[in-house]
């Protein structure tokens, strides 16, 4: 089982940029890392997605162009740089770990087998 800790989240205004981070700990660094976020009363929806090596990303076309994910697997850590931030960004967002199903492309969360306790990004106005 991987553990996964989230940081980086905030409070930030419309326009601005947070760099979310996501610590790794319990296998070796070398699987598929994703990023999905939730709004009450919603399913959670994929954000990002970055293969083991690093050298394919994925993300939904609501942050294509503003969002970039990346990893460092001498760290163990994944990131989202999250920039031209809006308020419809507003979620907790959660990193996974892991993907045991589906496609890399658009992942569902069931195809991940790890996740993170998520950490809160608000987005003002």
């Known amino acids: 089982q991987v553990q996964l800790v989230e940081s980086g989240g905030g409070l930030v205004q419309a326009g601005g940029s947070l760099r979310l981070s996501c610590a790794a700990s319990g296998r070796t660094f070398r699987y598929t890392m994703g990023w999905f976020r939730q709004t009450p009363g919603k399913e959670r929806d994929f954000v990002a997605a970055i293969n083991w090596s690093g050298g394919s990303t994925y993300y939904a076309g609501s942050v294509k162009g503003r969002f970039t994910i990346s990893r460092d697997n001498a760290k163990n850590t994944v990131y989202l740089q999250m920039n031209d931030l809006k308020p419809e960004d507003t979620a907790v967002y959660y990193c996974?770990?892991?993907?045991?199903?589906?496609?890399?492309?658009?992942?569902?969360?069931?195809?991940?087998?790890?996740w993170g306790q998520g950490t809160q990004v608000t987005v003002s106005s």
């Open positions: 996974a770990a892991e993907l045991v199903a589906g496609t890399i492309t658009s992942p569902r969360t069931n195809d991940f087998r790890s």
